[in-house]
């Protein structure tokens, strides 16, 4: 581990590790591990890399990187389980946080105050207030000395649950404890005003701010900005032109206020005295004038400030460009969004689903549905593999035939969304319920039986849905019959309910095909419950593997003398490092789990046995 070279990838994986830049700073690992006598790759390179899974707020390969350590015989300390609780803490998820900490007690390391830390990071992260007010008890009770950082966090753990009233309280004790207020606490504060929608705390707050340094007037003018109190911005501005030199990030904020306002003619004013005072615009000055021109519904200046920033070599990304496509889809107009996609073509830039969807609203919002049909499939046929559909695209096409009660049409967009590796949500289903008449409403109530059977559970949107089409008394006839408590159902699918929900469903299907394959034994179900999902995320458990893409098979196998047994064959096996990293992933949720060591599992490929049964052990 000695030399130059080594110094310089030490260096060089502590900057990907603080990025949260998994990927690279796997492959840095590993020519460090490669490089090291065997058991001889110290400490602090491990925990390097545990940095780097920290960052990125991926417990979950943290943990399977963990049980790598311990195999290696590298015993964790503080900061090892430090960056354990700091994966955890900023998923939000203060439980198994809490865990890391048992266990490094149970290590006979003792958690300070850092430690503590972490955890009321979490509970801000998931606005748990109760739980960070507990936190705060436990370590006032252990006579630990709260830092700065532990203070910020409590402060964005009120701010986030919406108590103004805390957040004083807190701010007060932590001024009398002697803590100066950095710019991270005054920026929750202000938060705190904007979440709650008190605009006047969030700007008392900003007043209290120092203006010692660009950055707080920036935070002032962003605050004014957001309240679109356009004339405090300006106010803020000439105010810092008296101490500061302005910069492009100074010309910016004022622009992003006017922009946020609505206020085109004064940006574009401002824009120009900003020119005049030798401060070139940079991408983010021109992607605020576009965005204030599409949000005013002028695409021809739209244009011409994307021209501007081409002629100037600036960088001209699809999310610039797609802002110009939108706001031709939000004013329906279809023949600028597919001139606009055809220049698009004639550039480096590559179009992305976001590109097309943009054309393809414009389109439906003109009525022309042949036409986006038609575009869909052009699109896709030209775009190969680079670029496919989404949700949202299917969500587009298959609503704009409900809206006319063409079931026929809806129903085949439905039906066509697994070809391109999608399942349907429950948002696609209702909006295919909206599309049946009176008439159809049989075929109505089977969609529904599927939808439900697919493991996609109803919305309260999805029943109101229903009872026009069925009626109030046959719908909750079929909930009975389907055991669905409506009680329980939420009004709509936000975005996070969303992403539940695929998880959740994608574990009953796959509990589903289960029962049909092996249902004396269900290994897979035991698999998803028991041992946890990363047996099925091999790129996570592995990431980096040069394996990737060689053939990999897992199999349920049944075997009488035990509860289940998993059998993993295929060229992939010949990575003994997927393996290993395979077996860490089994074993991390389980330690009944093992790699089996029968005369008759020899054979080309690998066994994982569970010999837990539902009322304890029933082997060794």
């Keep these: ?78 900061k090892t389980y430090g960056k354990l609780m700091e994966a955890a803490a900023k998923r939000g998820e203060t439980p198994t946080a809490r865990a890391w900490m048992t266990q490094m007690e149970r290590d006979n390391i003792k958690p300070g105050i850092l430690h503590y830390s972490q955890l009321m990071a979490s509970a801000a992260h998931a606005a748990n207030l109760a739980e960070a007010e507990m936190l705060d008890e436990e370590v006032r009770s252990l006579g630990l000395v709260p830092t700065e950082t532990y203070y910020n966090s409590l402060l964005n753990a009120c701010a986030k649950a919406g108590d103004l009233a805390s957040c004083r309280r807190w701010y007060q004790e932590m001024l009398l404890r002697g803590f100066q207020p950095t710019s991270l606490t005054y ?68 622009l992003l206020a006017f922009a946020r306002g609505g206020d085109l003619r004064a940006a574009q004013q401002w824009l120009r005295r900003m020119v005049a005072l030798t401060e070139e615009p940079n991408e983010v000055t021109y992607r605020i004038l576009i965005q204030c021109c599409a949000q005013a519904g002028d695409l021809l200046s739209a244009a011409g400030y994307l021209e501007e920033m081409e002629a100037q070599h600036l960088t001209v990304d699809v999310t610039t460009r797609n802002i110009l496509a939108n706001a031709a889809a939000e004013a329906g107009d279809a023949a600028f969004a597919k001139e606009w996609l055809q220049s698009l073509r004639s550039t480096t830039t590559t179009p992305d689903a976001f590109s097309f969807n943009a054309v393809l609203k414009a389109q439906l919002a003109a009525g022309d549905l042949p036409g986006a049909e038609e575009h869909f499939h052009k699109f896709f046929a030209a775009a190969g593999r680079t670029v496919q559909p989404d949700l949202t695209t299917f969500g587009m096409l298959i609503n704009a035939y409900a809206e006319v009660k063409d079931h026929r049409q809806a129903l085949s967009w439905l039906r066509a969304m697994p070809r391109c590796r999608l399942s349907p949500t429950v948002v696609q289903y209702t909006q295919v319920l909206k599309s049946f008449t009176e008439e159809e409403k049989s075929t109505g109530e089977r969609l529904f039986r599927e939808m439900v059977e697919d493991a996609q559970l109803p919305t309260q949107v999805t029943l109101k849905v229903l009872r026009r089409l069925v009626g109030p008394l046959r719908t909750r006839r079929l909930l ?44 897979a179900l035991r698999l998803t419950r028991i041992w946890g999902h990363d047996v099925v995320r091999l790129e996570k458990a592995h990431p980096g593997n040069p394996s990737q893409g060689a053939n990999l098979l897992l199999m349920g196998i ?32 389980n330690d009944s789990v093992a790699l089996s060591r029968d005369e008759y599992d020899k054979r080309p490929g690998s066994d994982w046995i569970e010999r837990r049964g539902v009322g304890g052990r029933e082997g060794s």
């Design 1 to 78: 581990m000695k030399g130059r070279g080594h110094g310089a990838k030490l260096k060089e994986l502590n900057a990907f590790a603080a990025q949260g830049a998994v990927a690279p700073a796997w492959e840095l690992f590993q020519l460090l591990k490669a490089a090291a006598s065997p058991g001889q790759l110290p400490r602090f390179v491990w925990n390097t890399m545990l940095k780097a899974y920290a960052n990125a707020g991926d417990e979950v390969n943290a943990r399977v990187f963990y049980k790598s350590m311990l195999s290696a015989q590298v015993v964790p300390n503080a």
């Design 187 to 254: 920026s929750t504060l202000i938060s705190a005003g904007r979440w709650t929608g008190d605009a006047l705390s969030g700007l008392a707050w900003a007043r209290q701010w120092p203006r010692t340094s660009l950055e707080a007037y920036h935070a002032f003018m962003d605050l004014a900005a957001v309240h679109q109190d356009l004339h405090l911005a300006v106010r803020s501005f000439h105010e810092l032109t008296q101490v500061f030199m302005p910069s492009v990030t100074t010309y910016n904020t004022l």
């Design 558 to 589: 049944k075997d009488q003398n035990m509860v289940g047994k998993v059998y993993m064959c295929g060229q992939a096996l010949s990575d003994e490092g997927l393996v290993s990293s395979l077996n860490a992933a089994l074993t991390a949720t």
């Design 480 to 523: 009975e019959d389907l055991d669905i408590d409506e009680s329980s159902l939420e009004p709509l699918v936000t975005a996070d309910a969303q992403k539940r929900r695929w998880a959740e469903s994608a574990l009953r299907r796959q509990e589903a095909q289960v029962r049909k394959r092996v249902s004396h034994l269900q290994v």
